[in-house]
């Protein structure tokens, strides 16, 4: 069964730094492309950052380059995205995603970011 489960969200000042982790299972995860979307109230659905795992390339929305690093732990099994200067717009809920293939699109649950002085 894959599964896929966030943490590191919380409340954090204008300016600030978080780091949310997604620890995977069920897949090979050394082997795919990993992501981080968020969903706010007012924008919907927004793609913000993937790896693909097995070459650690990488690609960030405009709106998150320089401030955001998505990085894989394969040993671990475990998705990273460490946020830096963070800014009232980055609220939002924050998901992990990967596509299998025929298997279809998996995501976690969710980790609530806030920026808010």
């Known amino acids: 069964e894959v599964q896929l489960v966030e943490s590191g969200g919380g409340l954090v000042q204008p300016g600030g730094s978080l780091r949310l982790s997604c620890a995977a299972s069920?897949?090979?995860?050394?082997?795919?492309?990993m992501s981080w979307v968020r969903r706010t109230p007012g924008k919907g659905l927004e793609w913000v950052s993937s790896i693909v795992t097995y070459i650690s390339a990488t690609y960030y929305a405009d709106s998150v380059k320089g401030r955001f690093t998505i990085s894989a732990d394969n040993a671990n099994n475990t998705l990273y995205l460490q946020m830096n200067s963070l800014k009232s717009e980055d609220t939002a809920v924050y998901y992990c995603?990967?596509?299998?293939?025929?298997?279809?699109?998996?995501w976690g649950q969710g980790t609530q970011v806030t920026v808010s002085s």
């Open positions: 069920g897949f090979t995860f050394s082997s795919s492309t």
């Open positions: 995603a990967t596509r299998l293939g025929p298997a279809g699109d998996y």
